[in-house]
């Protein structure tokens, strides 16, 4: 899959439906269906699924098209940091998930932790907030950023959930097979450096 195709095509989906929630005139609309209709037939060649489904996977918001925020949290014991292993794909992942309405980020990446992991936490710090699409993800039907969390442990105990099969401590040097949607062995990395620089370290961005 082209990342940099699938990236243009999102914005120009974007693009168009901005331009469809603000404009009256008819033929600006026109132009803007149209624009919509080129970036759906290239997503679709890209994800290689009918159209139909792409068009209802993707949201339909009204008015000015934003990016979703995925948060994520990072919780060390020692040298190893929490992973989650997750029932869709089988794979390993931070504790995380879209941020939900009504909480507040630090509040809706506590919420996926203690949810996903059994472990409940407080936020100390935002270690980075990056466009996922420059960091190696497998492409998603979302233009989305990535917030990522530095946890202190609370209490609880782990256990599985609906959403995942298992949870676990791992070093960096030894890192379970991860799910690519959700994060890369890079961003780990960059988990691990950013934690280790303590509380005074700036977060890293985009």
Same mark, same amino acid.
């Given at each position: ?20 929630? $603000?404009?009256?005139?008819? $033929? !600006?609309?026109?132009? $803007? ?10 997503? @679709?060649? *890209? ?5 139909? /489904? ?6 339909? @918001? @009204? ?6 925020? !995925? ?43 203690? *949810? ?5 936490? @407080? ?7 990056? !466009?996922? /699409? ?8 979302? $233009? ?8 202190? *442990? ?7 959930? /609906? ?5 676990? #401590? ?15 062995? *890079?961003?780990?990395?960059?988990? #691990? ?14």
């Amino acid at each position: 899959m082209n990342s940099e195709l699938w990236r243009t095509a999102q914005r120009l989906l974007a693009l168009a439906r901005s331009g469809l929630a $603000y404009s009256l005139a008819p $033929y !600006d609309r026109e132009r $803007y269906e149209e624009i919509e209709q080129t970036a759906l037939r290239l997503l @679709e060649r *890209e994800a290689g699924f009918p159209e139909d /489904s792409l068009r209802a996977a993707l949201p339909r @918001e @009204e008015g000015y098209q934003t990016p979703k925020l !995925d948060v994520r949290g990072a919780l060390f014991r020692g040298e190893k940091v929490l992973l989650v292993r997750e029932r869709s794909d089988g794979c390993w992942s931070l504790p995380g998930g879209w941020a939900d309405v009504g909480y507040t980020p630090s509040q809706a990446v506590l919420k996926e932790l203690r *949810e996903e992991s059994g472990i409940e936490g @407080e936020v100390v710090s935002l270690l980075a907030l990056l !466009d996922k /699409s420059l960091h190696g993800h497998t492409p998603s039907l979302f $233009y989305t950023y990535k917030a990522f969390f530095l946890c202190k *442990e609370l209490g609880g105990e782990l256990r599985p959930s /609906s959403e995942t099969q298992e949870a676990g #401590f791992f070093s960096l040097q030894n890192l379970p097979p991860l799910s690519l949607q959700r994060v890369t062995a *890079e961003e780990l990395e960059m988990v #691990f450096q950013r934690a280790a620089l303590g509380l005074g370290a700036p977060s890293l961005f985009d």
